[in-house]
């Protein structure tokens, strides 16, 4: 328990101290006419309250990834606190900061813009079809989870099958219709749902005071499967929207076009990931005690990748009735408020690349059709296969945290041209090109199956490549 609560001490005062650093060091302006304002047009910029702003852009960003993420990650043991603290500070919340304000300097600009103007047209282009391609299956991966458990709770002839229909068919709508009069409005209930299944479990936790492992009783691998499923660079990858995650990148020019102030921009984007972070954290630590409970643990794992199973536990063991039910019911919202503005971002991606102006509800139309059709075939591929989530969980994971990688580096080249501190960035940019070139090679979990050494030389090889490529540009730049 005493690493627990240090643990979430540091990430809230992570957003205070390093929070504040990394707002200086991008340097804010007062006086700056925002898109909000200038680009207002009802439909995607529209200037909100920051509350509402930061509520959505929480709600966007924390899917089940901090639930499902933390769950599984808490299966390497105590080391997934460290993962979640220190990477949601210093990599996770700096890479959604900088990559938000600098959309927002961009008029909020789509990701795929940001990245062709700092990495170059031709990762722009790659990065149009790569982002669509996340987003879809965001979208895809959030319906799963919560249609499932839908399924569980209501009567039989309201299948899996009939509840991925319907949120479907609520993300169309949510997807079509202006941000404030869907999202903007259920997104506070969402919220609370969500939050209260973290404060709930807190208290639990500190009523109960269960028996947590702590930091000093060692960081070593917990894992059922340890062999195959080695700390490095798996925890890296599973621990993803509680520690520092690509999408949450492409859900700020949402917010950067409702702003009204860049001084919002420390909470809105640093907090949500923050508070994120301290989602995961709480989720972590009631699932690494049931999972060492030697009377009851192993057995709520048996689920594979299906979280809820695992939540399920939790919050009938500890929150009884009506709490164990806001519990469920903030594990169903959490991924359909994700899921929702990851085809509302594939959207404005396509419109920003095909230049097609998104006002009238006909051109909206254009783009919104088609992803819905390539959802749906994906959605019937992974109930047709038994292990059809599972490999799109899989490629959903990676395709994240690389797309991560490419964020890192581009916020990295922004500091360098602006002749601001960078190491801040390029560091966790290393780190994360180190994380998902190994997870390439791996074995089991990974694509290749290649040994735990051989993937990490392999790993290491292609980021010191990157470094060298990274050093020669920046010396042209002095030139």
């Known amino acids: 328990m005493i690493s627990f609560l240090i643990a979430l001490a540091v990430l809230i005062a992570g957003y205070f ?3 504040k650093i990394t707002e200086k060091i991008f340097d804010i302006e007062t006086n700056r006419d925002l898109p909000a304002y200038t680009k207002q047009d009802g439909i995607d910029y529209i200037p909100m309250k920051p509350w509402r702003v930061f509520m959505i852009q929480f709600l966007n960003i924390a899917g089940l990834g901090p639930i499902f993420g933390a769950i599984m990650g808490a299966k390497f043991g105590v080391s997934s606190y460290l993962w979640i603290v220190f990477g949601s500070i210093f990599a996770g919340a700096v890479h959604d900061y900088i990559s938000g304000m600098i959309s927002l300097r961009m008029d909020g600009a789509s990701l ?17 079809v790569f982002m669509v391609v996340l987003m879809i299956l965001v979208g895809v991966v959030f319906v799963v989870g919560p249609a499932g458990l839908l399924a569980d709770l209501t009567p039989k002839r309201l299948d899996t099958a009939f509840w991925i229909g319907a949120i479907l068919v609520y993300y169309f709508f949510a997807t079509m219709l202006p941000i404030d009069k869907i999202i903007g409005k259920i997104y506070p209930f969402f919220g609370f749902c969500i939050l209260f299944m973290a404060v709930g479990i807190v208290v639990c936790l500190l009523i109960r005071h269960p028996a947590l492992p702590e930091f000093w009783d060692g960081l070593s691998n917990q894992h059922p499967q340890a062999a195959t499923n080695p700390i490095f660079p798996m925890m890296f990858v599973s621990i993803a929207c509680g520690a520092i995650s690509g999408f ?68 009938r063991d500890w929150m009884g009735i ?51 059709v390539i959802a749906g075939v994906i959605l019937a591929y992974s109930l047709l296969d038994k292990n059809g989530f599972e490999t799109i969980w899989r490629y959903f994971a990676w395709t994240n945290q ?19 501190p960078y190491l801040f960035t390029l560091l966790p940019a290393l780190f994360m ?11 089991e979990e990974g694509f290749l199956g290649l040994n735990q050494g051989l993937s990490c030389i392999l790993g290491g090889i292609i980021t010191l490549a990157t470094l060298i490529g990274f050093i020669v540009w920046k010396r042209k730049q002095i030139r």
């Open 17 to 19: 101290i390093y929070g």
């Open 112 to 128: 795929p813009e940001i990245h062709g103007k700092y990495l170059g047209k031709g990762v722009k282009q790659f990065m149009r």
């Open 248 to 315: 949450h990148a492409t859900q700020s020019p949402l917010m950067a076009r409702c702003m009204t102030h860049e001084k919002y921009g420390r909470p809105i984007f640093f907090g949500s990931m923050i508070t994120e972070g301290i989602v995961a954290l709480i989720w972590a630590a009631a699932a690494t005690y049931f999972f060492n409970d030697t009377e009851t643990g192993k057995g709520f794992f048996s689920g594979g990748t299906n979280a809820s199973i695992v939540v399920n536990a939790i919050a």
């Open 322 to 372: 009506f709490g164990g039910l806001l519990c469920i019911l903030g594990v169903i919202f959490a991924p359909i408020s994700t899921g929702d503005t990851a085809f509302r971002s594939a959207r404005l991606i396509i419109a920003d690349f095909l230049k097609i102006d998104q006002k009238p509800i006909a051109k909206r139309l254009i783009i919104a059709v088609p992803l819905f």
């Open 402 to 420: 690389t797309l991560a990688v490419f964020t890192l580096w581009a916020i990295t080249v922004y500091l360098v041209l602006h002749k601001k």
């Open 433 to 443: 090109t180190m994380v998902c070139s190994t997870f390439v090679f791996a074995q």
